[in-house]
Structures are given as C-alpha cells and as structure tokens.
C-alpha cells in the first residue's frame, strides 16, 4: 500500500489547480494524482479551440506542467475502482492508496450514442480525441458534427477552419434556439451558413453503423451518410466512485461552501461537484473558470485555510469572430432585454425569471463587464428595462 497526504482522483484541470493550492500552504507534503488519461494535466477549452485556430499554440503548449511546478506523483491510464472513506483507501489498477485527504475530481463522462466509436466515429472530450480528430481534418473528408452545444459549435467552427468539409446537426430549428433570443439565434446561424458549415437542424441523431470507409447515421427515420462523425453530446457526472462509497450525490456529488463531502476528509471539485453558489443557488457546472478557481480553493483547503468557494463562475465561447461571456442562466424560454451597441453583434442580453429578477447575463463580443453582471444577478428584485440598458459595461 502507497500512502500519501492529498490523493486526487481525476487527472484534469482541476487536479493541476488544486496541486497548485496545496503547494500554497504546503510545500512539503506528498500529492498523488490517479488519472486514467493518457496525457498528463491539459488546459481542454484549447482542444475545440485554440488549438485549431492560433499557429503559434502548438499542442506541447497545452500542457499545464504539473508534475514540474508541483512536485505531485501522477499515475496515468490509472483507474480508481474502490473508495474506502472509513479506512481512508482508495483501490486503483495501479495498487491500494492509503490518504489523509482526498480529492474526487471525476469530471464526467461524455455522453454518446448507439454507434460504435471507432477510428472514423470520435465522442469528443479527451487531448487523444483532438488528435484523432485532426487526422481526420483537411482530407477532404465529410465529417459531421453532432450536436448544437458548446462542444458541437466549436467543433464544427474548428474542422470549417481546418479545411474540412462539415455538416453540424443538431436539434433546434435555428442553431441557437434555445439559448438566444431568435435575432441572435438567426445571426448565429447564418454565421455558420456563411463560414460554409452545412447546418441540418430540428435533427436528433438516435444512433447509426460504420460500414467501411462510411458512417451511416440514423436521423429521425432518415439515414444520412457521412466519411467520418464526431460526438459534442455534453456529459454525465461521474458519480459511481462517491455512490458506493456512500457519498451523497445529486446529479454530481454534493458538497458544501467549504467543498467537503458527506465524508470526512473527503472533497469533490469541478464538473463533478454540486455546491451551493453564493448567488445562483446550487450549481454544478462544467466550464473551465470554474474548475480553475475551484480547484485552487479546494487545494488550499485541504492544506488547511478556513476559506469558502464564493466564486460565481462565468462561461465563455469562441466561434469565428463571434465570442460572448455569460454568467447564470441562459435559456431562450425565459424573458429577455437585450441592449446593442451593435445589433446581434456588440452588446448584452438579460434574461429574466417569472419574478422579473434577472438569472442569467449574456454578454456578446464585449470583453468586459462580468463582475457587474456578478452585481447584477445578486440584486434580489425586479429588473425594468430601465433598470438594465446601459449597465454593462461598467468596470
């Protein structure tokens, strides 16, 4: 049996900020990262983005260099099995390991389809499927994208970019519908219609076959033929670890403001983690600022500091020449005030709840403003639109 001070299951954004946090207040005491990545701690927004579209950012660029700044062991294409909380050991298939504090940071899981994954079908979500998919890139090649979210926007952004030939398919109508307003949610479509994206909406890809060279997708009754798919579907928490061991769990697994568990000495950050946002209620969310600043604080805390997780944390994308920042909720279905320095382009978008207060604050193309949309979120009372044009930004 290894024993160990801090043991973090997960190999990702999060273990690299939260070995940094431990090195804040502890210097000396051993780190041990299981992950069962082929690749030691990447930053993952550059694997749908700049990593296609910035040549000076080459793919040895995208390592956070861990190991070197913080001293930690990391265990690679290592699985945890077993989490004993009472006996402090966690069963991985590189032996047992003994802890005195523990770190769940599982991620999730991306969510796939009935088609078997493959060298011409990639569910995109790890620094391999990046390269597996750019193999596939500039070969004049049909590849399509399935799915309209983050992970599906950027990517069929990036293959466009990339010479590639791409059909992104995705549920709603417009591309966009149900997280813009339907001016921007047009804009936004026609973007890609205009960057030479093929767009199929209103489309739920059920599943599909490989045959060959060919990837046969099932699309709502109607078979569509592609050289190559990629899978952008979101994720599921990885909960099972912290379910069998008796951790509670909630759609992720539920912490408090200090990140703990249900079990002493046991945390949970990240994508994986629900905890109670100071302004928005209990959360789990699944962007990078929040796996940064939670995972330092976590690290921090393990070491020692009576500190809380305060932090609302914001997400962003970039697409083209279309970026936007936004915190809270964004939902096409609630009400909106929109205020446009340009319209559909420069500006920001309010969304508001039944009660008129505002839950959720897209900003487009602006690059500041995000701590007074912080503000803003946190008033507790009806919002008029005169209350709100003209607000942002303002730092």
């Known amino acids: ?57 080459t793919p040895e660029d995208n390592y956070m260099n861990t190991r070197e700044d913080t001293g930690a062991t990391i265990h690679l294409t290592t699985e945890a099995t077993a989490v004993d909380a009472e006996a402090k050991t966690v069963e991985t298939t590189a032996g047992t390991f003994a802890f005195e504090k523990l770190l769940l940071a599982t991620g999730g899981e991306p969510k796939s389809l009935d088609l078997e994954e493959g060298d011409r079908v990639i569910v995109f979500r ?39 030939r791409t059909t992104l398919l995705f549920p ?28 199929i909406g209103g489309t739920k890809v059920s599943g599909g076959r490989v045959d060959g060279e060919t990837v046969e997708l099932d699309c709502g009754g109607t078979t569509r033929t592609f050289d190559a798919a990629v899978l952008g579907l979101g994720l599921d928490p990885l909960t099972h670890l912290a379910e069998v061991a008796g951790i509670d769990t909630d759609d ?18 990240g994508d994986v983690a629900s905890y109670p946002d100071r302004i928005l209620g209990r ?19 393990m070491a020692g500091s009576d500190e809380t997780y305060t932090h609302t944390p914001y997400f962003y994308t970039n697409v083209f020449d279309f970026g936007y920042e936004a915190v809270g909720t964004l939902d096409s279905g609630l009400s909106t005030i929109e205020d ?49 044009i003209g607000r942002l930004p303002a730092e």
């Open 172 to 199: 709603d109508d417009t591309l966009g519908g149900s997280v813009f307003p339907p001016d921007l949610a047009e804009s936004f479509h026609e973007l890609y219609e205009d960057r030479g994206v093929t767009l």
């Open 126 to 164: 790890t620094f391999a499927d990046y390269r597996r998919l750019t193999e596939l890139s500039g070969r004049d090649l049909d590849v399509a994208v399935v799915g309209g979210g983050f992970i599906g926007t950027e990517l069929a952004a990036a293959l466009a970019q990339n010479s590639t």
């Open 1 to 57: 049996m290894q024993t160990t001070r801090y043991l973090i299951i997960g190999g990702g954004m999060v273990a690299d900020a939260a070995a940094r946090g431990i090195r804040e207040r502890d210097e000396d005491g051993g780190i041990v990262i299981i992950s069962d990545d082929v690749d030691e701690p990447y930053t993952r927004p550059a694997l749908s983005k700049k990593l296609w579209t910035d040549p000076d950012f």
């Open 252 to 269: 992720g697994i539920v912490v408090d403001e200090s990140l703990r568990t249900s079990r002493p000495d046991v945390f949970a950050a």
């Open 340 to 388: 446009w320095q340009e319209p559909q382009s420069k500006g920001t978008v309010y969304y508001l709840g039944e009660n008129d207060r505002v839950q959720g604050v897209l900003l487009v193309n602006l690059g500041e403003g995000l701590d007074t949309a912080r503000e803003i979120l946190a008033e507790d009372w009806p919002h008029t639109r005169e209350d709100l």
């Open 283 to 301: 959360q789990r969310v699944e962007h990078v600022d929040n796996a940064r600043n939670m995972g330092a604080v976590v690290g921090r805390i």
